[in-house]
T-cell receptor
Framework: DAGVTQSPTHLIKTRGQQVTLRCSPK?????VSWYQQALGQGPQFIFQ???????QRGNFPDRFSGHQFPNYSSELNVNALLLGDSALYLC?????????????FGPGTRLTVT | LAKTTQPISMDSYEGQEVNITCSHN???????ITWYQQFPSQGPRFIIQ???TKVTNEVASLFIPADRKSSTLSLPRVSLSDTAVYYC???????????FGQGTELSVKP
C-alpha cells in the first residue's frame, strides 16, 4: 500500500461532460503528478504540481487542468470529454527534496466516456 | 530523455530466476535507471534504482554494465504473484515527469 488515495474508483461520463478526479498523496509528500494510462500502454505524464502551482506539463491539451491544495491533495479536471479520454488516471506523490524518480502511485480512477 | 527498449513479454515458471533487459543507448551522464512494477488495475510501484554496477534490495537486483547502455532487472525465484508489467525508466533525479515505455509483461506459470 503506497498510502496514496484516489477517488472515485470508477466513473462513467458522457462525451462533452466535465469530470473532476481527486488524489491525496502519502503523508510527507508535497509533489503530485498525474498520469493517463490507456489500455495496454504505459502511463503518460499529464502534469505535476508543487507548492500549489503547475510545475511541469506533458503533451495534453488545455482541457486537462489541475489544482493542488495547501494540504498537498490535488484534483484533475477534464472538460469537454472525448471518447479517447477513457483511461486509467493515476496520481503519484513524491517529496520535492527526495528522488523524483521514486514516486508513489495511487490505485487510479478508471474513467469511461460513452 | 533517453529512449528505452525492452521485450514486450516474457514467460517464466515458479522458482526460476527472471532477467529482464532494457536497452538505453542514449543514456546521459546524469541519468539514473529505475524500474517499476505494475499489477492489473493498480498503479505502478517503484522497485529499484541504480546508476552503475550492481544494486540489490529485498525485491530485486539491478545490473548495469560499465557503458550504461543497458541494464538488467533480476528477480530471484519468481512466484505467481510476480506476474506483472515491468517498466524500465531512464532520467535524472531532479524534479519532473516519469517517462514510461510499453513495459515487459511477465507471466509466471506454476
Amino acid at each position: 500500500d503506497a498510502g496514496v488515495t484516489q477517488s472515485p474508483t470508477h466513473l462513467i461520463k458522457t462525451r462533452g461532460q466535465q469530470v473532476t478526479l481527486r488524489c491525496s498523496p502519502k503523508s510527507g509528500h508535497d509533489t503530485v503528478s498525474w498520469y493517463q494510462q490507456a489500455l495496454g500502454q504505459g502511463p503518460q505524464f499529464i502534469f505535476q504540481y508543487y507548492e500549489e502551482e503547475e510545475r511541469q506539463r506533458g503533451n495534453f491539451p488545455d482541457r486537462f487542468s489541475g489544482h493542488q491544495f495547501p494540504n498537498y491533495s490535488s484534483e484533475l479536471n477534464v472538460n469537454a470529454l472525448l471518447l479517447g479520454d477513457s483511461a486509467l488516471y493515476l496520481c503519484a506523490g513524491a517529496s520535492a527534496g527526495g528522488r523524483h524518480y521514486e514516486q508513489y502511485f495511487g490505485p487510479g480512477t478508471r474513467l469511461t466516456v460513452t | 530523455l533517453a529512449k528505452t527498449t525492452q521485450p514486450i513479454s516474457m514467460d517464466s515458471y515458479e522458482g526460476q530466476e527472471v532477467n529482464i533487459t532494457c536497452s538505453h543507448n542514449n543514456i546521459a551522464t546524469n541519468d539514473y535507471i529505475t524500474w517499476y512494477q505494475q499489477f492489473p488495475s493498480q498503479g505502478p510501484r517503484f522497485i529499484i534504482q541504480g546508476y552503475k554496477t550492481k544494486v540489490t534490495n529485498e525485491v530485486a537486483s539491478l545490473f548495469i554494465p560499465a557503458d550504461r547502455k543497458s541494464s538488467t532487472l533480476s528477480l530471484p525465484r519468481v512466484s505467481l504473484s510476480d506476474t506483472a508489467v515491468y517498466y524500465c525508466l531512464v532520467g535524472g533525479n531532479q524534479g519532473g515527469k516519469l517517462i514510461f515505455g510499453q513495459g515487459t509483461e511477465l507471466s509466471v506459470k506454476p
